[in-house]
């Protein structure tokens, strides 16, 4: 689980899928109300949880399954992601850019 770089403080499943599901790059600390940011390193491993929904897609180009079956596989898979996306978010203090 993401902790605040300032206070300390583990954030909770709930907060972080909350606060991570906004546009806006720049997440307030329900703790102490510093602006916290995703780290570039973070985004990385999460940009890979994408693949992962998508790979019944892949399983059918290449194998003969039932649709019954493929689509029962998205929402488990979906479900999967969500639960493990909290556990891969890192907070930084500074909002980074690649390069930097």
């Known amino acids: 689980m993401p902790t605040c770089e300032k206070c300390t403080n583990q954030w ?3 907060q ?4 991570t599901s906004t546009l806006n ?4 600390c329900p703790y102490c ?11 990385g491993k999460v940009s ?3 693949p992962i ?4 897609l892949l399983i059918q180009l290449f194998f003969d399954v039932p649709g019954a079956i493929l689509l029962s596989v998205f929402p488990i898979l979906f479900i999967f992601v969500i639960i493990l ?9 500074q909002e ?4 930097e």
Do not use: D
């Open 12 to 14: 909770s499943w709930k």
């Open 16 to 19: 972080t899928i909350k606060k």
């Open 25 to 28: 790059p720049a997440m307030t």
């Open 33 to 43: 109300g510093e602006k916290q940011y995703q780290t570039q390193k973070s985004r």
């Open 48 to 50: 890979m949880l994408t």
């Open 53 to 56: 929904v998508l790979l019944p």
């Open 85 to 93: 996306y909290p556990f891969l978010v890192k907070l930084s203090s």
């Open 96 to 99: 980074t850019y690649i390069g």
